[in-house]
């Protein structure tokens, strides 16, 4: 059940990635300045030319925070053994989650939690500033909340 889990997450985060580049998003979250932004500034126009330099600022600090608490999830499951990194090791198996501690399941649980609602606040936030569709909104809302409650 976990794996299946797992294999949603990772469907879930594909949609996402698919969304943002068909919908326009830019990929490029690592600045934290407005001047930095004039790039995702300009395309974000093409999608909402009412959109504002803060918004941007606001989406891409919000990205950015959101990757991490992604990369830290991820981190986790590679330190539990849930996440098989197969270039350094090509024939370890995955470990099973239920065969974690009650401790490293609560741990685990409360990073996907904390991605999971930072992806649907980067998902209304961008909604509200104009750069999703409301029918891409609704269902990636939907697949976000079910992914954060099937955790």
Same mark, same amino acid.
């Given at each position: 059940?976990?794996?299946?889990?797992?294999?949603?997450?990772?469907?879930?985060?594909?949609? *996402?990635?698919? !969304?943002?580049?068909?919908?326009? *998003?830019?990929?490029?979250?690592?600045?934290?300045?407005?001047?930095?932004? #004039?790039?995702?500034?300009?395309?974000?126009?093409?999608?909402?030319?009412?959109?504002?330099? +803060?918004?941007?600022? +606001? *989406?891409?600090? /919000?990205?950015?925070?959101?990757?991490?608490?992604?990369?830290?999830?991820?981190? /986790?499951?590679?330190?539990?053994?849930? /996440?098989?990194?197969?270039?350094?090791?090509?024939? #370890?198996?995955?470990?099973?989650?239920?065969? !974690?501690?009650?401790?490293?399941?609560?741990?685990?649980?409360?990073?996907?939690?904390?991605?999971?609602?930072?992806? /649907?606040?980067? *998902?209304?936030?961008?909604?509200?500033?104009? !750069?999703?569709?409301?029918?891409?909104?609704?269902?990636?809302?939907?697949?976000?909340?079910?992914?954060?409650?099937?955790?």
């Amino acid at each position: 059940m976990k794996g299946t889990k797992n294999i949603m997450k990772k469907t879930i985060i594909t949609s *996402l990635a698919i !969304l943002i580049s068909i919908g326009g *998003l830019s990929t490029a979250w690592a600045s934290t300045k407005t001047e930095d932004y #004039k790039d995702e500034l300009a395309y974000f126009r093409t999608i909402n030319p009412e959109i504002t330099s +803060s918004q941007v600022e +606001s *989406l891409m600090k /919000l990205r950015k925070q959101v990757d991490e608490i992604h990369e830290q999830s991820e981190k /986790l499951e590679l330190e539990y053994g849930i /996440l098989v990194d197969n270039t350094k090791n090509p024939n #370890k198996e995955p470990k099973n989650p239920e065969d !974690l501690t009650a401790e490293q399941r609560n741990k685990l649980s409360q990073a996907n939690d904390k991605f999971w609602n930072g992806e /649907l606040q980067f *998902l209304e936030a961008s909604y509200k500033a104009g !750069l999703v569709k409301e029918d891409a909104y609704k269902i990636d809302k939907k697949n976000f909340e079910e992914a954060r409650d099937n955790n």
